[in-house]
């Protein structure tokens, strides 16, 4: 067992870089949670239609995600090695991939909004609860558009401050944005001190208020003490970057791109499979997913502690070092997620409660909750080998397992148990959640032999 347990320099050194990231998560999934509420408490088919189009952006954020991995991969081991220019040449990449993404984000959901909500009111249900669900979801989307360059550049500076072991700014930027969400939610979904009362439109724009803030926060911390941040001195002074570093960032950017959409596309199509089987279904999944997320904190957390502390130590060239680390790292993680998901399966018949749903919901929602419970140490294993990989360069085998998992497993036995049964939502949603197991053979495969564990910055 010593081989995965490190001593307490070891875990000074994890939670120093984890524990402000799993605050910042922490506190951002619980206010999540609390807003879900706050939406819920307005009406099922409210909550609903905002679920859908939270449901689409979730794509778009996760593009933005594995558009900055690539780049982010070469941060990190910059960092370690101690290369600011290089830094400023990843960062500068980043800048573009979030233009890119953005403007096409904001044109396919601009242009395809009803479309594409539409693909998720294929259940059961009263035509007139359709078309209510379909306008709430459109209103938000419409409106929603307008955070999505804020939330890009946010995550631009966020992702780079990271990948460069500065873990606080972040956290205090995203703090003070959910709790900005959350004040301005209460004001303007239920008109509070002598505010109309606005419904998911007050939703909206409460998020798009509070992206404004995070981003605010972030530049004013970077630029007021530059001294500690020397690799953004000068990062304007030029656009240019060296065409050597954009073919290799490229080479193992894209397919994080590439697997960033797929993945998020997939989960979109597998939560459009499990609401074939009725508007409540919709309703009880977002109360389940959002639940879930507490206990997703501890593994989400690991995973980029992963992706920060091993790959600093590959760019220092470690191996060996990087390799012990990141095995105590995926153990303690695997082990935590263990005791959160228990926790949250003792709490799972009481979160439904909180909302204003009907019976059938709350009903459906517990068991969901106690799923998702009982599979998130396997999310966990799964998301750390992920970050494993990754950190080391070997992005095509993380599609194979992330996404390629995904289409080649998950959405193929969701799709044909929807269409060609008539199971109820707790078999389907439990047989299409134990696929993970498979997966963890697959990521055990791949991590065992440590070839991953590459210093790619060590030529420069």
């Known amino acids: 067992m010593r081989k995965y347990i490190g001593d307490r320099k070891f875990y000074k050194m994890l939670f120093a870089v984890a524990v402000p990231i799993m605050i910042q998560n922490g506190i951002t999934t619980f206010v999540g949670l609390l807003d879900n509420i706050m939406v819920g408490g307005i009406g099922t088919v409210q909550m609903s239609g905002v679920a859908i189009s939270n449901q689409l952006l979730f794509v778009f954020n996760l593009c933005v995600f594995g558009g900055l991995s690539g780049a982010g991969i070469f941060t990190a081991q910059y960092f370690g090695k101690g290369d600011m220019e290089g830094i400023r040449h990843t960062f500068r990449f980043k800048l573009y991939v979030c233009l890119l993404l953005s403007a096409a984000a904001i044109l396919v959901l601009l242009l395809n909004s009803r479309a594409l909500i539409g693909l998720f009111l294929t259940g059961e249900a009263a035509q007139g609860d359709i078309e209510a669900t379909l306008g709430y979801a459109q209103q938000y989307l419409y409106l929603m558009l307008l955070q999505i360059v804020p939330f890009a550049a946010a995550q631009l500076y966020s992702s780079t401050l990271r990948e460069c072991g500065n873990t606080k700014i972040p956290m205090a930027a995203s703090l003070s944005a959910v709790f900005t969400n959350l004040v301005f939610n209460w004001i303007l979904i239920y008109g509070k001190l002598g ?198 360069g070997k992005t095509l085998i993380t599609v194979i397992l992330d996404c390629g998992f995904m289409w080649a497993a998950s959405i193929p036995v969701a799709y044909c148990l929807s269409r060609f049964t008539s199971l109820p939502i707790f078999p389907l949603y439990l047989i299409c959640q134990a696929l993970e197991v498979l997966k963890c053979f697959l990521a055990f495969f791949l991590l065992r032999h440590g070839n991953w564990a590459v210093n790619m910055v060590k030529e420069e």
Not at 304 to 330: F, H, M, P, Y
Not at 331 to 350: E, M, N, R, Y
Not at 369 to 384: E, G, Q, T
């Open 195 to 392: 505010f109309p009362k606005l419904g998911v439109v007050g939703a909206a724009i409460a998020t798009i208020i509070s992206r404004f803030v995070e981003l605010s926060i972030i530049l004013f911390a970077v630029y007021r003490h530059l001294d500690r941040f020397p690799y953004f001195r000068k990062m304007y002074r030029s656009l240019r970057i060296p065409g050597r570093l954009i073919k290799l960032i490229a080479l193992k950017g894209m397919p994080l791109l590439a697997n960033e959409f797929l993945w998020s596309f997939g989960v979109s199509l597998l939560s459009q499979c499990y609401s074939t089987r009725g508007l409540a279904v919709v309703a009880a999944t977002n109360i389940s997913q959002t639940v879930s997320r507490l206990s997703d904190v501890v593994f989400f957390s690991m995973g980029s502690a992963v992706a920060i502390i091993v790959g600093q130590l590959l760019g220092a060239n470690r191996i060996e070092e990087a390799k012990d680390t990141d095995r105590k790292i995926i153990f303690f993680a695997t082990a935590g997620c263990v005791v959160s998901g228990a926790l949250t399966a003792v709490c799972a018949p009481f979160f439904p409660l909180l909302y204003n749903v009907t019976d059938e919901v709350r009903a459906l929602a517990t068991q969901l909750i106690l799923i998702a419970a009982a599979i998130s140490p396997l999310h966990s294993f799964n998301n750390c080998a992920y970050f494993t990989l990754r950190s080391g």
